[in-house]
């Protein structure tokens, strides 16, 4: 993904608040945007800061609590909502509402706030959660509200939160631009190395560095599934936010079909670690199929994810080895 020179001015003099930046995808849209003549307004909670970093301020604050979204918010031009109880798949079918109400309550609040404080954009990180299971890959219009089971709880969140961010941009008179963006199956650095927390592809990459063996993994390994690099999602959301000006909805995706078992022997190869592999199918997996259309934002904005996965687990492992995980 190539950002233009329009893009970046686009940024230029614009006071930025990014809820919860200290997440994987926060921190990533932090990193790319220090490099732009923006104001950065770093938001975090319970996790705890990087160093002073320049040209970004700090900002501690529970975003359940109107007030505080309110005060916030006062000034700021653009809003990225980063910010959400996220987890893997053991989390998510032992405690599903931890992804309801903490989550629908600053969604709610923020988008109140960004409209009271005359926020210019306000761009929602989703899931492709809302979609259904299905045989093809989703486009944006493909919402029924069937949702994997697993993803009941969770799709429904984000997609009334969806609905939501349609209501201030086309159903009031005085409308806010949203813009609510799906992405794939993201991965890279600075995602959730943790056990509880992490994804497939973190906690794959964690046992092949540590060298297990066996290596234990979920399921059967025949899921296919959508990866997306960081990278090339940050520079998808910054063409995004520098060109859509009207309520929106896209999918910023791979657009390519990998399964678990595939993923394994590239990360086999890559960490030169031929260890056995035991499928569990006793644990805890996710839908068996996701594949996504990027046709919408291929065409609105020349949307082209550029790393490959095999170059994307390769940077992915030399980042966790040189961060002292």
């Not at 997609?159 to 005085?174: A, G, L, P, V």
Request: charged share 30%; net charge positive.
């Amino acid at each position: 993904m190539v950002i233009s020179k329009k893009d970046i001015i686009f940024f230029n003099k614009k006071k930025i608040f990014i809820a919860g930046a200290s997440g994987f995808i926060g921190t990533n849209l932090v990193n790319k945007l220090k490099k732009f003549n923006c104001k950065i307004f770093y938001h975090y909670h319970t996790a705890k800061p990087p160093k002073k970093m320049k040209g970004v301020t700090f900002i501690k604050a529970d975003l359940t609590k109107q007030s505080n979204c309110k005060k916030v918010l006062k000034d700021i031009d653009i809003v990225f909502m980063c910010a959400a109880n996220t987890s893997g798949a053991k989390i998510i079918q032992d405690k599903p509402l931890n992804h309801l109400t903490p989550n629908l309550i600053m969604n709610t609040l923020m988008l109140e706030s960004a409209y009271i404080n005359k926020i210019k954009k306000f761009i929602f990180i989703s899931s492709n959660t809302v979609y259904p299971v299905t045989n093809f890959k989703v486009k944006e219009s493909d919402t029924n509200y069937e949702y994997f089971e697993k993803y009941f709880i969770v799709g429904w969140m984000k997609r009334f939160t969806e609905i939501m961010c349609e209501m201030y941009s086309t159903k009031i008179k005085n409308k806010m631009v949203t813009i609510v963006i799906r992405p794939g199956n993201l991965y890279g650095p600075f995602d959730k190395f943790d056990w509880d927390k992490s994804k497939v592809i973190a906690a794959l990459i964690r046992k092949f560095v540590e060298k297990h063996d066996p290596i234990n993994v979920w399921g059967d390994g025949k899921d296919i599934k959508d990866f997306l690099y960081i990278d090339d999602f940050i520079d998808g959301l910054i063409k995004v936010t520098s060109r859509v000006n009207k309520f929106e909805v896209l999918n910023l995706a791979s657009s390519k079909q990998i399964t678990i078992r595939r993923i394994i022997e590239i990360l086999k190869k890559i960490t030169n670690h031929n260890a056995k592999i035991e499928f569990d199918i006793t644990k805890p997996t996710m839908i068996p199929k996701r594949m996504i259309s990027i046709k919408k934002a291929k065409d609105q904005l020349a949307y082209k994810p550029i790393i490959d996965i095999e170059d994307g687990l390769t940077r992915t492992i030399n980042w966790y080895k040189s961060n002292d995980n």
